[in-house]
């Protein structure tokens, strides 16, 4: 699955909106809070909602969803028709979007934050709407795009700077711009050094 972004350049996208998310009909339609037993009916109901997590974390900059708040949020509680997923039903979307589409799932979408790799913790996630892999083919683009090889910035300049106004990654999370940045390093096209809060990177 590619990135729901890689249609919209870097340059022509800024900070999260603050216009109303347009919910597809979907999110009016009743049946849909509540997954249904037929095999085929909860697969469809699970990409649906998958889809519209992704938008709707992409179209307000968000990076991770704590399910115990977002489910009195307007994605998952629709006032109008008085209807509210279930915790279970999200942990089970959440869960859907970690797979992989060949195991059936989203295609790492998603990941669980905390807990052990035996037993994950299921009260928080991130929600890849760019994967770290692809926010570092983003970050690389710029680097070449504004001739930033060789400068130092640290991690606030890089989300917050004058550098950076109107890129899709401004206010971007420390860890998604580390583990992003991690990608990069591992190519050898940056280098990040210092410790968290006050870490910098030197790209290549």
Avoid: C
Avoid at 31 to 55: D, E, G, M, N, V
């Amino acid at each position: 699955m590619a990135s729901l972004s890689s249609s919209s350049p870097a340059s022509t996208r800024g900070p999260p909106s603050t216009d109303t998310f347009p919910f597809p009909p979907s999110h009016s339609f009743p049946p849909s809070y509540t997954l249904q037993p037929t095999l085929l009916t909860r697969s469809t109901q699970l990409a649906k909602w998958s889809t519209l997590i992704l938008r709707y974390h992409e179209y307000h900059h968000l990076y991770r969803l704590h399910l115990a708040t977002a489910l009195s949020s307007p994605l998952f509680h629709n006032s109008t028709i008085h209807k509210r997923l279930s915790h279970a039903s999200l942990v089970e979307i959440v869960d859907y979007m970690t797979k992989s589409e060949k195991d059936g799932g989203a295609g790492g979408r998603a990941e669980w934050i905390g807990g052990t790799k035996g037993e994950k913790r299921r009260d928080e996630a991130w929600i890849w709407w760019r994967r770290p892999e692809e926010w570092a083919e983003v970050l690389a683009g710029w680097v070449d795009r504004t001739g930033q090889k060789g400068t130092v910035l640290t991690f606030w300049e890089l989300v917050n700077g004058e550098a950076v106004k109107g890129e899709e990654w401004v206010g971007m999370e420390e860890e998604v711009l580390a583990r992003s940045l991690g990608v990069l390093v591992k190519k050898g096209k940056a280098q990040v050094f210092g410790e968290e809060g006050e870490r910098g990177v030197k790209f290549f």
